[in-house]
């Protein structure tokens, strides 16, 4: 069950493993993908799949799935977009981001938990919703030529590396100390595991549903503010593939669909993994078209050979090169 | 089966004739047998589209199918591709039905044989299907569909259009039959409600199941046909959005989404009541994005509804 307190299960060295052949492969392809510059755009553009990720795997990880993430983030980006443009403090723009998705993220958990629809058929609904939002707000054109202040903050150098990464980091340690040192922890890998039984158990189920999507609301809020401050643009397509893009990542990272197990280095190395394709492909000159077939190739593959069992095989095989963590005592 | 009228059926009913009569009074010029004919004109690839979607999600076993839209895109855009390199265009019907029954099958093994579950498996396909129509074709539409073709996609009888007349209608009263008077359709439901017992009675789950998925790609690519006959040209994006719909019309329709309740005939009414919406909308010169959002909105409220009515009720 507490799987991702061992650091490097069989998934986790298999994506890995993918990483670095695939940047291996490509580095020897392209001159220009090993460079200190591309893999900084690398990191600089999984910013918002890494935030988005890591509130989809709580959500997988309870047994819920969000498919209205990236719309989500799309209006919240709307919201921080609109306030620079009328002149509001960096500051107060960065936080609308995160307060519009907090309460997003609450109207997906009334439907979801107090509405009692099914997860999958709620959120592709308010998607719908959510689109037509983005829409209606942005009035048929572009938000564009943004202030460039709420950049700067972002992008500001703290000990040598951007706000932005310090961010990301945060909010993953946050969620892994409170998966790890909080009753939240074990209730939501309970409830994931089985609403009936962790009822019976005395779990607060549903809070902790709710917690999950307010929380995953509020990354995609985070998310957003990355969003308008990394491209400084909002246009009407924001976010239309970016659940799907989460789900495949967190997916490739282990985190079980169907809830009660789940690893958040396993979906920083899948966002890692798909970032790292989409752009040594781009390199390489595979036309951008070709992303989305990539992929679903990729999680096919990850998971047909999890299935067939290969990746025991290399689980075994990288672990022999790795001090074994201590498995055991980490239980 | 259940002979009792479900109440997200009235619900829909009465929306219906709102919708009528809202359209009635705004546009009073649109209430003539030419409307009938575009309604069922636009509903014939969503009916055929949600008529596969309700039949995975009926055989239970967190059945999906997200990767329609992909498939009918594919199927859609495959063919010409094909009649390009040199086949023969008289094979573009049975290409885009062999083509759509592939995808379907490919579906239906990743989610028997390999045991994925059927939300990530079809996502990952929904991924290729629609990702390899766009990029196999750069993005732009495909001309060479047989001028054959076309006299029966754009042309009606009675005020029915041919599409619905010869290929939809049938295959919904086919369905409806299978699965009301055959032992095939007592298993769909006798899976979807237990899957366990079914296993133990003996039913061959996974076959029916996988049987299920190539049918949803089958009926995928019945829709891509018709999308070639009536537009006359393969697009990419023809399938844009339908795993939304589809999903909707099935849900509203009256099939639970934990599959082993509910019937075709609902579906067809909610197809027809989503394209009465949509229709109605572009009659009053809204904004098609305008139309995702309400299909959206009336897939959340209306099941919303029905579940407030049954707390309620047993409360």
Redesign the interface.
Same mark, same amino acid.
Do not use: K, Q
């Given at each position: 069950m507490r799987r991702f307190l061992s650091p490097f299960g069989g998934r986790e060295s298999l994506l890995a493993a993918g990483c670095l052949a695939s940047g291996l492969v490509f580095a020897y392809l392209s001159p220009y993908f090993a460079t200190a510059d591309n893999l900084f755009t690398v990191a600089r553009n999984s910013n918002e799949l890494l935030l988005i990720g890591l509130g989809m795997t709580l959500l997988l990880g309870v047994g819920g799935i969000d498919v209205s993430v990236g719309v989500a983030m799309g209006l919240a980006a709307i919201a921080v977009g609109r306030l620079l443009l009328a002149g509001a403090p960096p500051i107060v723009a960065a936080l609308a981001g995160p307060i519009v998705g907090l309460a997003l993220g609450f109207v997906t958990a009334s439907v979801v938990v107090l509405g009692r629809i099914p997860a999958i058929v709620a959120t592709l609904g308010l998607f719908g919703v959510y689109r037509a939002a983005i829409f209606l707000a942005l009035g048929g054109s572009w938000l564009s030529g943004l202030p460039i202040g709420l950049t700067n903050i972002l992008t500001a150098n703290v000990l040598g590396a951007p706000l932005s990464l310090f961010v990301v980091a945060i909010a993953y340690l946050a969620v892994f100390v409170a998966m790890r040192f909080t009753p939240f922890g074990a209730h939501l890998l309970a409830s994931g595991h089985s609403e009936a039984k962790a009822r019976l158990f005395g779990v607060p189920v549903r809070r902790t549903l709710i917690a999950a999507y307010v929380v995953s609301g509020g990354l995609c809020g985070v998310a957003a503010t990355f969003y308008v401050a990394t491209y400084r643009n909002v246009e009407m397509t924001i976010g239309g593939s970016l659940a799907l893009e989460a789900i495949a990542a967190v997916v490739l990272g282990g985190t079980a669909v169907t809830g009660g197990r789940l690893s958040l280095l396993g979906t920083i190395l899948g966002v890692a993994l798909l970032r790292l394709l989409q752009n040594g492909l781009l390199l390489v000159g595979v036309p951008s078209l070709w992303q989305t077939v990539v992929t679903g190739l990729l999680l096919l593959l990850v998971l047909g050979i999890e299935t067939l069992g290969g990746s025991q095989l290399l689980g075994r095989v990288t672990s022999a090169f790795a001090t074994r963590p201590a498995r055991g005592a980490a239980r | 089966m259940t002979r009792r009228v479900s109440p997200i059926l009235v619900i829909l009913a009465l929306l219906w004739l709102l919708v009528v009569a809202g359209l009635a009074l705004l546009q009073p010029r649109v209430i003539a047998l030419s409307t009938v004919t575009t309604v069922l004109q636009y509903s014939t690839i969503l009916a055929l589209v949600a008529l596969g979607q309700a039949l995975v999600i009926l055989c239970g076993g967190a059945g999906?199918d997200i990767s329609v839209g992909g498939m009918v895109s594919l199927a859609a855009t495959a063919p010409l591709l094909f009649v390009k390199a040199g086949l023969p265009s008289l094979l573009i019907a049975p290409g885009c039905l062999l083509c759509g029954l592939a995808l379907g099958i490919v579906n239906g093994l990743?989610v028997t044989r390999?045991?994925?579950?059927p939300?990530?498996?079809t996502?990952?396909?929904? !991924?290729? !299907?629609?990702?390899?129509a766009?990029?196999l074709t750069?993005?732009a539409a495909q001309a060479g569909v047989p001028p054959l073709l076309l006299p029966w996609g754009r042309g009606a009888a009675l005020g029915l259009p041919l599409p619905f007349l010869t290929l939809a209608l049938p295959l919904f009263i086919a369905t409806a039959v299978l699965l009301g008077w055959t032992s095939y359709g007592r298993w769909i439901y006798a899976m979807g409600f237990n899957e366990r017992s079914a296993r133990l009675v003996g039913i061959p789950v996974d076959r029916v199941r996988l049987i299920a998925y190539a049918a949803s790609g089958m009926l995928a690519g019945c829709a891509a046909l018709v999308s070639l006959a009536w537009l006359g040209s393969g697009r990419p994006n023809v399938g844009q959005d339908l795993?939304?719909t589809s999903?909707?019309a099935a849900?509203l329709g009256g099939i639970s989404?934990?599959g082993g309740k509910g019937g075709v005939l609902g579906v067809l009414a909610a197809v027809l009541l989503l394209v009465t919406l949509q229709t109605g909308l572009l009659q009053l010169n809204v904004?098609s994005?305008?139309q995702?959002?309400?299909?959206?909105?009336?897939?959340?409220l209306v099941?919303?509804i029905d579940?407030?009515a049954l707390?309620w009720r047993t409360s």
């Open positions: - | 999906i990743l390999l045991r994925l579950l939300l990530i498996a996502l990952a396909t929904f !991924y290729v !299907y629609s990702g390899g766009v990029a750069a993005g795993e939304l999903l909707t849900m989404i934990l904004n994005v305008w995702v959002g309400i299909v959206g909105a009336t897939l959340v099941l919303l579940n407030l707390i």
